[in-house]
């Protein structure tokens, strides 16, 4: 049974079954979730919604003494006006320092497997599910972030950016709370066995030799044993060990094939792959989310898991953030942000106008989902234009610093 109430009314145990307005204007980017922090009760109540539905099926009630809940066939009050940008600034910001504490307890991490300490695995699983509260809190704000690493960086930072994605693809996959969490934790620690690379291979600015890519082919084998030590769970283990597998057995470390190769494994395979080939690296720059995902879709079959890839991209959006498009009216735009649940007409910042040939200064924040006269034509590859700084216009537009939000009746497309 569903009930409307209003913020005041919250409590903890309820279950949220949906939030009035848009996750723009609550923060809330997946609003059906159980109330258990007050940390995210604070938040609600703070929110500025003016309403929201709860399952009485699956949590709480209100307090006998609350005031009368809404009957339910009374439709809400509208949200109050909010400010898109602040909002989406307020969750990069709270993301950013998840990421912060995340890099420092991973780059820890690393350091005492080098020191031969084995994993504590109450730390590592404490991590985790810190990685997955944020990502089901609000995944596209984490997601973005876990983007910004450097050469310096990438190591720790894509553990944790492959511990978000995993956790955002089990949730589409519909596993279970249990296998969600250990989706987290095997991205977490699937690349542990790289302590023991030599870092001169691991960070090399050119291709390997043969002997060097045996030597980088020993990391899974390594970690899996050094994870040995203290992690118990045979499925975290296993993905740490065979996510570099390939469907046609052509992978390492055992050329495993098909149905040899077990769920979790299939998983961290395609999150280590598209946020390895969507990074910069000493030895090459990143492809861009799109065209990652373009050369991804080739590789299904004989080296990534079809059906899986296919709940990835459900996952990223068909335009994951960071994409770079070309719209109806001739401007060119990145994707800054996902609408909730609809895939083709993400949030974009657009910031080109091909037809006159110009920069649109100051950028424009449009939300295609709310803007029928405009829409994509197609996905452009960043390699065919010379623009230096999209790195830094796409940091400026999902931090909300640089573009102009504009109310999308004001535009002329």
């Excluded at 953030?321 to 070309?326: E, I, K, N, P, T």
Aim: proline share 6%.
């Amino acid at each position: 049974m569903l009930k409307h109430i209003v913020p005041s009314q919250l409590r903890l145990g309820m279950y949220i079954h949906a939030l009035d307005g848009s996750w723009l204007s609550h923060g809330f980017w997946k609003s059906s979730f159980k109330l258990k922090t007050t940390a995210d009760l604070q938040r609600l109540q703070a929110s500025g919604i003016a309403g929201l539905w709860i399952d009485l099926a699956r949590g709480l009630d209100v307090q006998p003494a609350a005031a009368p809940a809404q009957p339910i066939a009374t439709p809400a009050a509208p949200p109050a006006p909010v400010d898109a940008p602040s909002l989406w600034q307020e969750q990069i910001e709270q993301a950013r320092q998840q990421c912060k504490q995340a890099q420092s307890a991973v780059t820890q991490m690393f350091h005492e497997a080098r020191m031969g300490h084995a994993i504590e695995p109450e730390q590592a699983e404490a991590l985790a599910e810190q990685i997955q509260q944020s990502v089901e809190r609000h995944p596209a704000a984490l997601l973005s972030v876990v983007r910004l690493k450097n050469a310096d960086t990438y190591t720790y930072m894509h553990s944790v950016a492959v511990s978000a994605l995993m956790v955002a693809l089990a949730r589409q996959l519909g596993l279970s709370t249990h296998q969600v969490k250990r989706a987290a934790l095997a991205g977490l620690l699937h690349d542990m066995g790289k302590v023991y690379t030599n870092p001169d291979i691991l960070n090399k600015p050119g291709a390997l030799t043969d002997e060097e890519f045996a030597h980088m082919k020993l990391h899974p084998g390594q970690g899996h044993a050094l994870l040995q030590q203290s992690i118990t769970d045979a499925e975290v283990l296993d993905a740490c060990l065979h996510h570099h597998e390939h469907l046609d057995g052509k992978g390492y470390p055992h050329g495993l094939r098909g149905a040899e190769i077990h769920l979790m494994a299939r998983m961290t395979a395609i999150c280590d792959v598209y946020d390895a080939i969507t990074s910069n690296r000493p030895y090459k720059s990143g492809w861009s989310p799109a065209i990652a995902l373009q050369r991804m879709a080739q590789w299904c079959g004989t080296h990534l898991d079809t059906h899986i890839f296919s709940a990835f991209v459900k996952t990223l959006g068909v335009y994951p953030v960071g994409s770079l498009l070309r719209l109806q009216s001739g401007r060119l735009a990145l994707v800054f942000a996902l609408s909730e649940n609809k895939l083709l007409t993400p949030q974009v910042v657009c910031f080109y106008d091909t037809y006159e040939a110009r920069r649109i200064d100051p950028p424009v924040l449009l939300d295609l989902s709310a803007t029928p006269n405009e829409h994509i034509l197609l996905r452009e590859d960043p390699e065919n234009w010379n623009f230096s700084d999209l790195d830094d216009l796409w940091q400026d537009a999902i931090t909300a610093t640089t573009p102009t939000c504009i109310p999308t009746s004001a535009l002329a497309v």
